[in-house]
């Protein structure tokens, strides 16, 4: 099996070196030895500057490091080292503006140039929620892979789900530029992107293709999986694939616009959100009142289902909150989704607030949601306050400053079903994820759980 292996993934290397340093922009890039197809629809390379051929040297050099690694290390081996060599590349990213460096990163795993993870996940991290089943808990939060352009190849990174988003009715540029601020040292970010999304009929265009592309892969039999296997994964195959919805900052009727995501995006989503949270949009926050997210969630609802669906019946319906809502909003929020029965809540989104020690950086002056780091406390508490208010009764996915298997593991023991990381991505790059899933596996097993199940909601058990 190993030389096997070896072999393929030595022919690999030679086919990767001679098609992409001969004919892409980006010369050599970092991939496993499964083939990462690129979608039509992808970002067009940007010209690089001096720091951009900087980091085209290294990912070629890794490449060529690569292939001669491979002839010795079996699939798994190959695989582990692959994601550890994007170690080096990840910090040259910082040498780049903030946004470029973002749209060099989707444009990276749209193209196939990232790794593919082939180490299947441990089983102690397998849970299934609304009737899907996630190999693992961790997920990638909306506003990385704003118009799913590169769903395939995050989802191959390892990660159990991936949150595109969040999309737009009607096509809009955002804020203007710059609107994303690095805190390096705090491991945060500052943006006020403000819902540029190329709007719907992109977004529906590119998934739509996605779909049935692997609807075709599996009607032909090019799974090398028995057929009677149960696979993790949705609609979307391997993996979960969840749509973040948003409104138009010219729009009157905040309603339409996200029954309009759902009559036209539904269909290709394993679970749908209403963010109503991001403090980039004026009003937007104003919808999570207990009259307007009623009203709201009411009119969602029934959008979905009046719409024909099969015995998997409609995507699971979620709500995006913020950080910053008192106790009594908190409440009113909790009353709400027990009373409409939402599927599950977001917590949270980024915070407007400045807490120590980003109130002492210069860049926090900058207009915004705060991400990152100084934000894991204070969504971690609010996770813990809304999992006591609606008595464990609602799935809800912590959001907010994981970069690491400990956060993960505290957001699941303080009531998250499952995790979602974006800022400590950023950083870490795609090393972070095989590490993260490490971490939480040791962190379950050291205080003797079996599964993530058992560790959901732990710390209220106490």
């Not at 289902?305 to 009113?332: F, H, N, T, Y």
Request: net charge positive; glycine share 12%.
């Amino acid at each position: 099996m190993a030389g096997r292996a070896a072999t393929s993934s030595a022919k690999w290397a030679r086919e990767f070196l001679l098609k992409r340093v001969s004919s892409n922009p980006l010369g050599g890039a970092i991939r496993n030895c499964s083939s990462a197809p690129g979608a039509s629809s992808t970002p067009k390379v940007p010209h690089f500057s001096k720091k951009g051929r900087i980091l085209t040297g290294a990912t070629i050099g890794l490449a060529i490091a690569g292939g001669a690694y491979v002839s010795t290390a079996d699939e798994a081996t190959f695989c582990g080292w692959l994601f550890s060599a994007t170690k080096v590349v990840n910090p040259l990213f910082a040498l780049l503006d903030a946004e470029f460096a973002h749209k060099l990163a989707v444009t990276a795993a749209a193209r196939g140039w990232v790794p593919i993870e082939k180490r299947l996940d441990p089983q102690i991290l397998g849970l299934e929620v609304w009737g899907r089943k996630f190999s693992n808990p961790i997920g990638l939060a909306a506003g990385f892979d704003k118009n799913a352009e590169a769903t395939e190849g995050l989802l191959g990174l390892g990660f159990g789900f991936v949150e595109v988003g969040s999309v737009t009715p009607v096509p809009q540029e955002g804020n203007p530029k710059p609107r994303i601020f690095r805190l390096r040292e705090d491991g945060a970010i500052i943006n006020r992107c403000g819902f540029n999304s190329e709007g719907i009929v992109v977004v529906a265009k590119r998934l739509g293709a996605q779909h049935g592309k692997r609807m075709l892969a599996e009607t032909s039999g090019t799974s090398s999986s028995p057929s009677d296997e149960v696979k993790p994964g949705g609609i979307s195959g391997p993996g979960i694939l969840g749509v973040n919805l948003g409104k138009n900052k010219t729009s009157e009727d905040a309603a339409a616009d996200y029954v309009q995501g759902v009559h036209n995006l539904s269909q290709y989503a394993d679970y749908l959100v209403i963010n109503v949270s991001s403090p980039n949009t004026a009003g937007l926050r104003m919808l999570q009142g207990r009259k307007q997210l009623k009203d709201l969630v009411k009119k969602v609802q029934a959008a979905r289902d009046e719409m024909q669906w099969g015995d998997d019946g409609p995507p699971p319906l979620l709500v995006k909150i913020a950080p910053d809502l008192s106790r009594g909003e908190l409440e009113d929020i909790a009353a709400v989704a027990l009373t409409l029965k939402l599927d599950g809540l977001i917590i949270s989104n980024t915070t407007v607030s400045r807490p120590d020690p980003v109130s002492n950086n210069p860049v926090a002056t900058e207009t915004g949601g705060l991400s990152g780091k100084p934000l894991f406390p204070l969504s971690t508490t609010m996770l813990r306050e809304m999992y006591t208010l609606t008595r464990g009764k609602i799935p809800l996915i912590g959001c907010g400053g994981v970069s690491s298997g400990e956060d993960a593991y505290e957001k699941i023991r303080a009531g998250a079903t499952l995790v979602q990381l974006y800022t400590g991505f950023a950083y870490g790059g795609p090393a972070l994820i095989p590490q993260i899933k490490e971490e939480l596996v040791s962190c379950l097993e050291r205080d003797g759980f079996k599964s993530i199940q058992e560790a959901i909601g732990a710390d209220h058990r106490l």
